[in-house]
């Protein structure tokens, strides 16, 4: 088999692989959907059950949080609108973490003040 050949091979291998993890990540944000209902906003301890990490690391990792920690009302809790959460939702927490780390210091240290 012609070198080209494989790594055609494996280069589709791998955009299998992430449709297939696209279509999962898909029907399970379909489900959350689902399952928010009429609710209108979801506090920290939603988006940790959501997320399935403990509230003590979200609230020390803004990067997993919807708007890095910053909430939606300005009541001073941390509670974020049902379209905030389906946005947060539709990316990966590999692609939040890469935009936290990608932020300047400056950026990230006043996230921290306004969160």
């Known amino acids: 088999m012609p070198a080209v050949d494989l790594v055609e ?12 993890a696209l279509e999962r990540r898909m029907d399970l944000l379909l489900g959350m959907l ?4 009429a ?4 506090g920290i301890r939603d988006i940790c059950r959501i997320i399935n990490v403990s509230e ?3 609230r020390k990792h803004p990067e997993v949080l919807p708007k890095y920690g ?3 009302f300005p009541d001073g809790m941390r509670r974020w609108k049902r379209e905030t959460v389906a ?29």
């Open 56 to 58: 003590s690391y979200a």
């Open 70 to 72: 910053v909430s939606d």
């Open 9 to 20: 091979r494996r280069d589709m291998e791998r955009v299998e692989q992430r449709l297939d």
């Open 34 to 37: 689902e399952s928010m209902g």
């Open 87 to 115: 946005a947060y939702l539709a990316k990966s927490m590999s692609e939040h973490v890469a935009e936290w780390g990608a932020m300047g210091a400056r950026e990230r240290a006043r996230i921290r003040r306004n969160s």
């Open 39 to 42: 609710r209108s906003y979801f």
